[in-house]
């Protein structure tokens, strides 16, 4: 089995919002495979499809951004998932608005829901797919990352979310996360 996890924060307030960035990356995936989003009882909405024989769980946490390790770790636990077979969608701010980077590991960056997800799994060897929002630059970080996104910047985000995609699909198609990171980590 391999989980793919969006964070993000539940409600309609939320939608669209910059640190909602990866609930589209795993919405958009939903909407690929046509399947839907249910409560499941490890505080998360989650969804499912098979691949080449392999079951894909798709997991949004539901208890909001600064606690998403409490939904990840009971995941983790319940379906005794090793590291390896997960990889975490976040937006971050100190990439450019549409570029994405992949990681294997490493600190937060000051990011509350990768922090959060470190914590409570005890180690910061996992996968991510950062997804760049921009920084605010003389702006309200928490204001800025809690707006939503233009229309200019929607067009901008939705290459950045193909590409996730294009990552999340080639991954599960077993090609090796280097191998992404060497092909989408170059800047453009």
């Not at 975490?88 to 450019?96: E, F, K, N, T, Y």
């Not at 997804?131 to 928490?142: D, L, S, T, Y």
Request: a positive charge; proline letters at 1%; hydrophobic letters at 40%.
């Amino acid at each position: 089995m391999k989980v793919i996890i969006g964070l993000g924060n539940v409600g309609l307030q939320y939608e669209n919002t910059r640190h909602n960035t990866g609930f589209m990356v795993v919405n958009n995936l939903a909407a690929r495979k046509n399947i839907f989003f249910q409560h499941f009882k490890q505080d998360c909405l989650g969804s499912s499809f098979s691949l080449n024989d392999e079951k894909i769980l798709l997991i949004k946490p539901t208890t909001f951004m600064n606690e998403s390790g409490i939904a990840v770790k009971k995941i983790v636990n319940y379906y005794d998932l090793n590291l390896e077979d997960i990889v975490v969608v976040h937006d971050d701010m100190d990439l450019s608005l549409g570029r994405i980077k992949l990681k294997t590991h490493g600190s937060s960056g000051g990011h509350n829901g990768i922090k959060s997800i470190t914590e409570k799994l005890g180690t910061d060897e996992y996968k991510r797919i950062r997804v760049g929002i921009g920084h605010p630059k003389n702006r309200n970080i928490v204001n800025y990352v809690l707006g939503k996104f233009t229309d200019d910047e929607m067009d901008i985000l939705n290459v950045a979310i193909e590409n996730s995609l294009s990552v999340i699909l080639n991954w599960i198609n077993n090609m090796s996360f280097e191998k992404l990171m060497n092909k989408y980590n170059v800047k453009k």
